[in-house]
């Protein structure tokens, strides 16, 4: 037998999970509505009627409850026999009181900024570059600083889903006993807080854009006296003289190029024994489900960014004068990828 093509079957299957891979985005705009209009938040207490939900939220119970049920297949939510709704594992982490909350960091990323580009992926392809300018009338963080609710969406999804993953990656790295830490580009500064408290002999600098520091996680009474914010633009230029450098979902963002921009900033500030760690999903080449193969879609669609391999941030790193030292993993989707200056 052909072992390429499907056994008798199996083809009715394989129809059928086509049908439902086509159809993904009607189950991320399920979860948006459902993470907008706080179903989990209405759940806390125990399950409800569509009927229940659709009067406390204020929406059309029928329509309400066949959004759920799509919902429910990917055990986000569950229906029980008499057509009540439960919280699951899942949908307790879209409550807005949840430890590690993913309600602002699911709405972040069903927002429009990402699906629409994501509408034109062809384009990119065909074109070779992202459209988000042609789209939104500027690049992805001109946009967010030129319209304040894209940006404000943005940095409270971006410090929603980065909560999640900080502590694991500030716990995966040995620190060094005392010396400074800067975050560079590290939004609301949600990693270097978890830094500092886990290092009590660092200190700490936030650098990022301006609007963006105004909403910082770092007050603190356990780290009184021990952080400063400092407002700047990354291609320019980064606080000098610090022991350890962070940019966390920062390289990510951008082409090798601008890459380039941001790590020679870097490099001009480091000091001797200074340690530069890029915090991103490192990429293997295998055919394993990873949420760096579907965040490296979103970075080409709307930021014109990419996901890298161990051997992409070698080079890159070479060429601002960085040696990748070592690439080690953490508990969260993130890889810490160490470089010290040549
Ligand atoms: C994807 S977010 C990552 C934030 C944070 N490091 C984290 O992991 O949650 C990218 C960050 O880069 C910042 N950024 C973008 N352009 C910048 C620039 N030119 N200079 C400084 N920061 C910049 C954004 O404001 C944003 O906070």
Known sequence: MDATQPAPGDKESLTLRLSEHALGYLHSAALRVAARIGIADHLADGPRTPEELAALTGVSAPHLQRALRLLATREVFREDKDGSFHLTPAAELLRSDAPTSMRDGVIMLTDETFWKPAGRLEDTVRAGHTVFDEIFG???????ARVPSAGEAFDTGMAGLS????????????????GTVVDIGGGRGGLLRRTLLRNPGLTGVLYDQEAVLRHHHLEDPALAGRWEVRPGDFFASVPDGADVYLLKRILHDWSDEDCLRILRACRAAMKDGSRLLAIDAVI????????????????????GGRERGEQEFRRLLAQAGLELTRVLPTPSAMSIVEATAV
């Open 138 to 144: 500027a690049p992805f963080f001109d946009h967010l």
């Open 163 to 178: 909560g999640s993953e900080d502590d694991l990656v500030a716990g995966a790295y040995t620190f060094p006993a005392t």
């Open 284 to 303: 293997v080449r295998d055919n394993a489900p990873d949420l760096g193969k579907t965040l490296d879609v979103l970075m080409m669609t709307s930021l």
